[in-house]
């Protein structure tokens, strides 16, 4: 019987800068009571959440770390704080070429191999990292805006491994890691 649960797929900042992420976002809950983007991890999606029977997540992780095992490591960038309308402010990505082809490659293999839907969202690929949505109320947009710009928070890393996150007790948790090629 299929045991259905929800995934996603997501590349992880390394954790010194993860979690000061986490501390902006627990400070952005404290002060202006702002906690949705507390259900996950500092991240950047590279697959929206699926849905995919648990029975067979042995076989997805063997699939994916196949895939990972053939795509190089890549350099990323967060640099910078942008927002889509007043619903969701993040920290910008400034990505290389080698990102989206990256997504693109996953966004193919993850159709033809597993058979997952192709998604607008995954279409229309636009990385960043949230720290406020969902319960963002429009009168303090601004200032939840302002303090995000202003806690400068930026990074440069090599992307090693792609994250494979589960919905548990209602949050995403890291559940398995796989390592691209050196």
């Known amino acids: ?5 929800k995934y996603f797929l997501a590349i992880l900042p390394p954790q010194e800068f993860l979690e ?9 809950r404290e002060k202006f009571n702002v906690k ?5 991890p500092a991240h950047v999606t590279v697959k929206m959440p699926f849905s995919y029977d648990e029975h067979k997540e042995e076989k997805l992780a063997s699939m994916l770390q196949d ?4 795509k190089s490591t890549f350099g990323m960038r967060v640099k910078g704080v942008d927002t889509f309308g007043k619903r969701v402010i993040f920290l910008d990505i400034k990505a290389e070429q080698d990102l989206y082809t990256f997504q693109s490659d996953l966004k193919k293999f993850l159709k033809t191999q597993v058979h997952l839907p192709d998604e607008l969202s995954d279409r229309n690929y636009h990385p960043h990292m949230t720290v406020a949505f969902k319960d963002l109320k429009r009168q303090i947009f601004e200032a939840v805006f302002q303090e995000v710009k202003e806690a400068k928070l930026e990074s440069e890393f090599q992307v090693s491994e792609l994250t494979l ?3 548990l007790d209602g949050k995403w948790s890291p559940h398995m ?3 691209l090629k050196n």
């Open 1 to 5: 019987m299929k045991n259905m649960q």
């Open 20 to 28: 000061k992420v986490e501390e902006l976002k627990l400070h952005l």
């Open 36 to 40: 949705y983007a507390l259900k996950s």
């Open 67 to 70: 895939f990972c095992s053939n």
């Open 165 to 167: 996150l589960k919905r």
């Open 177 to 179: 890691n796989f390592l």
